[in-house]
């Protein structure tokens, strides 16, 4: 099993800025990919961003330019670093990680989530 305890949530002003951290710990071997998607009410949970073992980085349209996925491998954490933040922007955050055994079954872990709102 993999813990994820994340951190950084809020409330911030238009145009402001938050970062957001994901600790991973427990059997953290074989960690793939880690990543944020965020859940608005009414909406369906949505990918934000991701980040490859190898740094590969994918995020969704909405927030390229603005936010910035990193992690840091020794410490098992991913970060979100989310500038300009919109009021669209509003939303549940939650952090996601993968494991691929060598068998190649994948396991899949989600945070409890955190809050993140952006007020105009």
């Known amino acids: 099993q993999v813990q994820l305890v994340e951190s950084g949530g809020g409330l911030v002003q238009a145009g402001g800025s938050l970062r957001l951290s994901c600790a991973a710990s427990?059997?953290?071997?074989?960690?793939?990919?880690m990543g944020w998607y965020r859940q608005a009410p009414g909406k369906q949970r949505e990918l934000v961003a991701t980040?490859?073992?190898?740094?590969?980085?994918t995020y969704a349209d909405s927030v390229k330019g603005r936010f910035t996925i990193s992690r840091d491998n020794a410490k098992n954490t991913v970060y979100l670093q989310m500038n300009s933040l919109k009021s669209e922007d509003t939303a549940v955050y939650y952090c996601?990680?993968?494991?691929?055994?060598?068998?190649?079954?994948?396991?899949?872990?989600w945070g409890q989530g955190t809050q993140v709102t952006v007020s105009s």
């Open positions: 996601n990680v993968d494991r691929i055994l060598g068998s190649g079954t994948k396991y899949v872990y």
């Open positions: 980040i490859t073992s190898g740094g590969g980085t």
């Open positions: 427990g059997s953290i071997f074989s960690i793939n990919a």
